[in-house]
């Protein structure tokens, strides 16, 4: 079985981290990421909305507390441990729109993926560890082997 998975990473390695197909993949990878960038203020302005209307709730509820017209009771407590968690989400949603409106498209070039693929290459072929196969799933979706030839 060795032999057949030291087969299988070397014509994956051949086939697939070949420097022609890697560009390919940072092409679509930039398309994608420059298509994205304009979807992700349009994003962040809808999380700053409901960042505001979650301020704006808590901010009532605090009010009618401290106004003595609600009682600071459990449900009380729980909806505003609610908003509380929702608005971090939302936080947390923000800061990940942000960075990745921050990523630069041009940061890859056709040379960085060269070694990339190189590295990877190595890597896949040289090391006896149980990460290739890791590898290999991030690519390849299945495997199979008819007693002749291996199709993946």
Do not use: C
């Not at 990878?29 to 302005?45: A, P, Y």
């Not at 960085?112 to 890597?123: C, H, P, S, Y």
Request: proline share 3%.
């Amino acid at each position: 079985m060795p032999k057949l998975d030291g087969l299988v990473l070397a014509a994956f390695a051949d086939k697939v981290l070949t420097p022609e197909r890697l560009r390919e993949m940072l092409r679509e990878m930039k398309t994608h990421l420059k298509n994205t960038h304009g979807r992700q203020d349009e994003v962040i302005r809808g999380l700053q909305w409901e960042l505001g209307e979650l301020e704006l709730a808590t901010n009532r509820l605090y009010e009618a507390v401290e106004k003595d017209l609600l009682p600071m009771d459990n449900m009380l407590r729980k909806r505003a441990q609610k908003l509380k968690a929702r608005r971090d989400a939302v936080l947390v949603e923000i800061a990940g729109a942000r960075r990745q409106g921050e990523m630069p498209v041009a940061m890859l070039s056709a040379k960085q993926m060269d070694v990339f693929g190189a590295a990877l290459r190595v890597r896949l072929t040289d090391s006896p560890s149980g990460a290739t196969k890791r590898y290999l799933r991030q690519f390849v979706g299945e495997i199979r082997f008819d007693g002749k030839r291996v199709v993946m």
